[in-house]
Structure formats: C-alpha cells, structure tokens
C-alpha cells in the first residue's frame, strides 16, 4: 500500500468521523476497515450517557462488516485529535477476524503534521503496525481450550 492510498483511505476516515456522537468527550474518531478485496466500511465513535455502552470507531466498522458478510480485513484506518491507537478493547475485537490487520493512525486534522514538522516529506500517519503487534501474547487464548470452536 502506497503513501497516496494510506492518505486516500485515511480522508475517507475523516469524513466518517464528521458522524461521530460523542457529546460528552468531544472526541471525534473516524475509521476505514478495508476487506481483503477493496470493500470499505466506515466506522465512528457513538457514545451514551451511561458512558460503559459507548462503542469506539473501530467495532463500528468491524460490525458493519460482519453483518454484510465481510469477515476478511487487510487494513484499518483510524483518526482522531491526538493519533490514537486502538483501545484494547477494540484491539481484541479485531484480532478475532484479521490477527495480521495492519493498523494505521493519523490526525483528524489533516493539516496538523505540516504544522508541527518542519520535514514536509515527513508521513502524516503511523503504519503500518499489525495487530498482533498490538497484542502481544494474544494467540494464546485462541490455542486453547477456550479458542476451540463449536
Ligand atoms: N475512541 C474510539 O472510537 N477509538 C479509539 O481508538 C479510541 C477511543 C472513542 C471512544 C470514546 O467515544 C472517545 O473516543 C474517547 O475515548
């Protein structure tokens, strides 16, 4: 994946991040899952008065994926104020599906990494990371008794 498809899913990222409901932390987080064959889902943050039921960016996307019968992912996009990685929840969301996701993070703000860098051929982004990287020991779970499938 090249520098200009990073930015071109990352911008789509940000437009889905324009969706986001998050009145009470006014944190905005926008995703891109990409599936193994170029499919697109969009994810954003929904947050809840009850705060524990708020769902981050990236389980939006993986359950919109999911329920349109896509459970193959190469690659996901996330953006946020700061550059977040994924939580840890969302973290072993993923890995369930795409233990080799590779994960890229950038700014909301697309402007923000030209503003802070006197490199301007510095990347806007972090990535790739994979998500087993993310996770360490993580495959453990899924080798045991308890990753067996019914
Ligand atoms: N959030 C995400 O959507 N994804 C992340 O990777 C980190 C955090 C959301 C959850 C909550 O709505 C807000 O950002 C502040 O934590």
């Not at 930015?7 to 986001?20: D, G, P, S």
């Not at 926008?30 to 981050?56: H, M, R, T, W």
Request: glycine share 8%.
């Amino acid at each position: 994946m090249n520098n200009t498809d990073v930015e071109h899913y990352l911008a789509l990222a940000r437009e889905a991040a324009r969706k986001a409901y998050c009145p009470y932390s006014g944190f905005h987080v926008g995703c891109v899952l990409l599936g193994q064959d170029g499919e697109i889902f969009k994810g954003c943050n929904i947050e809840s008065c009850a705060y524990a039921p708020s769902i981050c960016a990236e389980r939006t996307a993986a359950a919109s994926a999911i329920v349109q019968g896509v459970s193959a992912w190469k690659a996901v996009f996330v953006v946020s104020p700061t550059r977040v990685s994924p939580c840890g929840v969302c973290r072993q969301f993923l890995y369930e599906f795409a233990p080799g996701l590779h994960v890229y993070v950038g700014y909301l703000d697309a402007s923000i990494e030209s503003a802070t860098s006197l490199d301007t051929t510095a990347k806007s982004y972090l990535g790739p990371i994979t998500l087993a990287d993310l996770l360490p020991g993580s495959d453990s779970l899924q080798q045991s008794a308890l990753g067996h499938k019914r």
